[in-house]
């Protein structure tokens, strides 16, 4: 079993940053790969961006240059580190364990970009 706990997530005016965390617990070889995906309201859920145990990261188009995913594997933590936020990127942020034969989900954490 893996538990993933989202936090960072909060209410900002357009142009500016948040940094969110998920924090792992369990079975740790599940977070080896880890992504963040996105759900606003009336919308599918999305792919945000990933990272794989090398250290090698993929982002959606519309977040490219702009968000940035990072891993601390002491702690078993992955970070998105979201800059010049935009009214669009308002969503319930999730991450998820993305290592084959685990397939995990946290809470969400809320993000609100306001124009």
């Known amino acids: 079993q893996v538990q993933l706990v989202e936090s960072g997530g909060g209410s900002v005016q357009a142009g500016g940053s948040l940094r969110l965390s998920c924090a792992a617990f369990g079975y740790t070889y599940c977070t080896y790969d880890m992504s963040w995906y996105r759900q606003a309201p009336g919308k599918e859920r999305e792919f945000v961006s990933a990272?794989?145990?090398?250290?090698?990261?993929s982002y959606a188009d519309s977040v490219k240059g702009r968000f940035t995913i990072s891993q601390d594997n002491a702690k078993n933590t992955v970070y998105l580190q979201m800059n010049s936020l935009k009214p669009e990127d308002t969503a319930m942020y999730y991450c998820k364990t993305e290592t084959p034969g685990c397939n995990y989900w946290g809470q969400g954490t809320q993000v609100t970009v306001s124009s």
């Open positions: 990272i794989d145990s090398d250290g090698s990261t």
